[in-house]
């Protein structure tokens, strides 16, 4: 199994504590293997299992906890 690597943009990101609930909403979902979220570049780095977690399953999770979340590849 390959991993895939995405980068999340996430607009609104002022604070740590946003980048801590980013950060734990991801790490915590099913198949996320690693995140880094730069508070700098309002970003979110997630290396992932592409056979357990889609993308747009990994964005929906962000904006249901209330992130405005796209992605880069």
Do not use: W, Y
């Not at 880094?36 to 309002?42: G, I, N, P, T, W």
Request: aromatic letters at 2%; hydrophobic letters at 40%; proline letters at 1%.
């Amino acid at each position: 199994m390959q991993s895939s690597q995405i980068t999340l943009h996430v607009r609104g990101m002022g604070c740590q504590g946003c980048v801590d609930r980013v950060h734990e909403t991801l790490a915590s979902t099913a198949g996320v293997e690693r995140v880094s979220v730069a508070l700098k570049h309002a970003t979110a780095a997630v290396s992932f299992d592409p056979d357990q977690v889609s993308v747009d399953a990994l964005i929906i999770t962000e904006n249901e906890m209330g992130e405005d979340v796209n992605a880069s590849g």
